[in-house]
């Protein structure tokens, strides 16, 4: 037991709080262990008629996982330790998902990654106008995993494209407008978010065949925001880029978020079998900060659908 995850009962509500403040709460093994551990105790103990998450300190709810000690594994020469993380994360944020008992979960601040994975699924998800929403896993040569392409997909219109393959960070009421939160305290009208102003051309765009259609639509367009995300999306991983949009539209097709989970699993295991575009991701994000990966592929229209595909194919 670590002092990362402080947990408490009192009249009938159980709180989880996620605590490593210093890395807004980045979750590492050890707190996926531990928060499984308590959440199917709680499931099973009569004191508890609900559960709250939450996360310590004032940036954030949490950040994602800690994936500068995956890259540590896989460098080391230990990929087999962060494809195992990655499996007991999503098992126990599957657990989440199908909980036994309400959740509300507070996302104010800094909610990415994992922590949409801990937040999103099956809870009532509440956050702020400050709530700084993203899947920015593209960014570090993944694909937006932790079952988040299940809400994704069922965001409006196109909305669930343009998040996935372009890492985009939103605010709280974007969130919700695009029903990605549940509540969004002190919000005005979802309506008038910033998400909802750039939908038209979202839509228009990212309605493309494949990433380089998209792409090039966007390029092409006479808002300079939908030009802007071209070039968001061009400094992304080519490869994530591609497999996150292929992930969402998977995802749309899929009766349940149990099989998005599935989904996830199978490409954790091909990514980590082959995590060139992942290393140099967070080499360039969090190791030396230069801001200039070298990824795999030079450009979006260089990947190969069939090498797409593959990533989606190996069976756990």
Sequence with gaps: MTNEILSEVGDGIATLTLNRPQRINAVNRAMVDQMSDILHAWADDDRVQQVRLAGAGERGFCAGADVRALRDSIVAGHPDQALDFLYAEYEMERYIAYYPKPVTSYLSGIA??????????????????????????????????????????????????????????????????AGLLVECRGGDDPASSALAAASGWIDECFAGEDAGEIVAALELHPDKDARGAAETIRARSPLSVCVALQAVRNARAMAEIGDVFDQDGKLATTFM????????????????????????????????????????????
């Design 112 to 177: 990415m990654g994992a922590g949409l994975g801990i937040g999103l699924h099956n809870t009532t998800s509440i956050g702020q106008p400050g709530t700084r929403w993203a899947m920015p896993e593209t960014a570090i040569g993944l694909w937006p995993d932790v079952g988040v392409c299940y809400e994704l997909s069922r965001a409006p219109g196109r909305i669930g494209e343009y998040l996935a393959m372009s890492g985009q960070t939103i605010d709280g009421l974007s969130a919700h407008w």
């Design 273 to 316: 079998a082959d995590p060139a575009d992942f290393v140099e991701g967070v080499r360039a994000k969090m190791v030396d900060k230069d801001g200039n990966p070298r990824w795999r592929h030079a450009r979006i229209e260089d990947v190969d659908p069939a090498e797409v595909a593959t990533r989606f194919m190996t069976e756990i």
